[in-house]
């Protein structure tokens, strides 16, 4: 039952994430990956707030390995960041890097103590 809630997370996520990375990418002519950007801060902000709700097993599956695994997308920065470099724009896949990990850091953290503020 677990994988199938994983599944229908991910039925979800994987379009969602489609459309928001080619709605933002479309409004930015940069080279900077900022569709990518978005959904794996957006997710992280949403996992932060799952895993601070301990909502159990079947949710967890369902809307955090499922949903926001199928949203974010490791993958996709470390192809982007790599082809960054070797397009020679060094500058941009250092703050891809930088600026990924701090806001999705940063988002999981907001999520969870939003998460926990508003339950308490």
């Not at 900022?34 to 159990?56: D, E, F, M, Q, R």
């Not at 955090?64 to 060094?90: K, N, P």
Request: include cysteine; charged fraction near 10%; aromatic fraction near 10%.
């Amino acid at each position: 039952m677990t994988a199938v809630l994983v599944f229908l997370g991910g039925m979800l996520g994987a379009p969602v994430r489609y459309s928001i990375d080619k709605v933002v990418q479309s409004r930015h002519d940069t080279l900077f990956p900022w569709g990518t950007l978005t959904v794996n801060v957006v997710g992280s902000a949403i996992l932060g707030g799952l895993t601070a709700a301990s909502l159990g097993t079947s949710w967890g599956a369902l809307a955090g390995v499922g949903f926001c695994g199928a949203l974010t997308t490791y993958s996709t920065f470390g192809y982007e960041t790599m082809r960054l470099i070797e397009l020679r724009a060094y500058g941009y896949a250092l703050a891809n890097v930088f600026v990924s990990l701090a806001a999705g850091l940063g988002a999981a953290i907001l999520g969870s103590a939003a998460t926990q503020w508003m339950v308490a």
